[in-house]
């Protein structure tokens, strides 16, 4: 479990974020929403140790992680970035990428490093393109193989920032379809999505950020029922329940349109 006591976090001696309390319980799925530049992956990135926290501490099964060196952090959270420089490597080099944390000084990857990486890219259907650079690949083609890289590195916590930006709709579902068998794997995952549907659909809790602050942090029904999205993006929400297709059984859907 990850804890957040008393977080004050920002750049520059300035916080963004202020006295966040919040914890990510094993085994689920978060999505972090807000609106444009409320500090989304600033919180993320708090969270990760990326960004060192003004105030406060974060934890992870209750060690500060400020304490832990980086490689035994790195075999317990794994963070994919929104915007990075895409490697000039191949797709496999790039999943084995997730071992070094658990190679030795000579970082040279053993039989069951391999194993691993095999298992991660046969896990997601990388096969035909695992030789290719990743600079040839398209979005949705190298989205996963960077979460095959995550999947090779096997953290407990997984933080992903806006891990569907740009794909498309299948790419998009497939990306979600992931995460999903991560969290049944018993990860945590923590993530910054902008769609709302989505974060609401995919994930056990949300939490949502306004004005410095968490607003609520409960489950998407309770934060739908809140109507505190409607407040604070200025829309009208409707949750629907359809069977997209015959027998697959009622889904909830949440729709958004503009406030008259
Ligand atoms: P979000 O992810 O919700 O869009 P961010 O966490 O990226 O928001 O940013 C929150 C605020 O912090 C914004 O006002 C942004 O301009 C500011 N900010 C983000 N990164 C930096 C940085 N490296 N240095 C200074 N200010 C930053």
């Known amino acids: 479990m990850i804890e957040l006591v008393n977080v004050s976090t920002g750049y520059n001696k300035t916080p963004v974020l202020n006295n966040i309390n919040l914890s990510f319980e094993k085994g689920t799925v978060t999505s972090i929403i807000g609106k444009n530049g409320c500090g989304k ?3 993320l990135k708090t969270a990760a140790r990326i960004l060192k926290p003004l ?30 420089s895409v490697p000039n490597i191949t797709a496999y080099n790039l999943v084995m990428h997730g071992r070094y ?14 194993e691993i990486v095999r298992q991660a890219i046969e896990s997601l259907n990388l096969e035909a393109y695992i030789n ?8 949705g083609q190298s989205q996963k193989v960077y979460l095959a890289m995550l999947l090779a590195q ?3 916590v997984v933080f992903l920032d806006e891990p569907t930006i740009y794909l498309d709709i ?33 994930s056990d809790r949300i939490c949502l950020l306004d004005q410095g602050e968490v607003v609520i942090h409960d489950s998407p029904e309770k934060v739908f029922e809140s109507r505190e999205i409607d407040r604070i993006f200025q829309v009208s929400s409707k949750q629907i329940r359809v069977e997209i297709e015959a027998g697959s059984g009622e889904q909830k ?8």
């Open 41 to 43: 992956t600033t919180l």
């Open 55 to 84: 105030a406060g501490t974060v934890s992870l099964d209750g060690r500060d992680i400020s304490r832990f060196p980086g490689k035994e952090l790195a075999k317990m959270l794994s963070f994919l970035p929104q915007t990075r």
């Open 101 to 114: 944390p658990y190679l030795g000084f000579s970082r040279t990857p053993r039989e069951e490093d391999r």
């Open 132 to 139: 290719r650079n990743v600079r040839q690949l398209s979005g």
């Open 154 to 156: 096997n953290t407990d």
């Open 170 to 202: 299948n790419h998009k579902l497939e990306i979600l379809e992931i995460i999903k068998k991560l969290k049944e794997m018993g990860k945590t995952i923590v993530m910054v999505l902008h769609d709302l549907a989505n974060a609401l659909s995919y």
């Open 253 to 260: 859907q949440y729709l958004f349109c503009l406030k008259q």
